[in-house]
């Protein structure tokens, strides 16, 4: 098996293959989110909080033919989630398929109204079409296993117990999970969870999974081989599988 020292003398290659622009945006936000961790396992919010552009609602107008609202499910524990619904035309569908989105970041970083994610499900709700519903899950390491799952959970629960709340458009019986990198793991276990409940309107029927971010006991000769990579490098997944599993920080299986 490849050893990350052997390993090291590929990284150029990662960085070679990509856009100037993207080389930079990962290179600086390789340097805050390692700047942002600290030794005993939690995260400097406030650093964090210069780079990650947050956005807000457009609840009473489109911008980008989307318009935007923001829904709290319990406030207690800060679990809200923002709508993304397609502006319609004489030619736009009665009604939508819900996707209810989980976004990445290792299950520590960004939320529904950081710039980059507002501006994914715009693109989701405007080109797909469908009705977005992006969740604010609790982060780790402030919010272990299981919030996240319970977090997304408990919205399906949720849009289940408030139909009202749903925009006109959005068709329930056709209910997509979906998620990036850690989003796509929550989405997974959330999905697997929504299995055994029994709901009235919310009809989960499809599982979304993009570069889905899933962990071992033991590395594996491809994860070995990040090591260098820009952001999901062998040293920073392991640190976000240890602050994740905080109460088993030895143990990084979850499948």
Known sequence: MTTPSQSQQSTPSFWALLPWRTWISLSLLSKLTDDARRPNDTINRRLMSFLDLRSSATPSA????????????????????RFFVPSTTSSSPASLPVVVFF?????????????????????????????VVSVNYRLSSEHGYPCQYDDGLDVLKFLDQNPDSLPDLADCSRCFLAGDSAGANIAHHVAVRACRELFRVVKPIGLISIQQFFGGEEWTEYEIRLEGAP?????????????????????????
């Open 62 to 81: 489109p911008y980008k033919g989307v318009t935007t609202s923001d829904v709290t499910v319990n406030q207690t524990r800060n679990l809200w989630f």
């Open 103 to 131: 976004h990445c970041s290792g299950f520590s970083f960004l939320s529904p109204d950081s710039y980059s994610y507002d501006s994914v499900c715009r693109k989701f709700a405007r080109e797909i079409p469908a009705v």
């Open 231 to 255: 952001l999901v490098s062998v040293a920073r997944t392991d640190w976000l599988w240890k602050a994740f599993l905080p109460q088993n920080p030895e143990t990084r299986w979850l499948g």
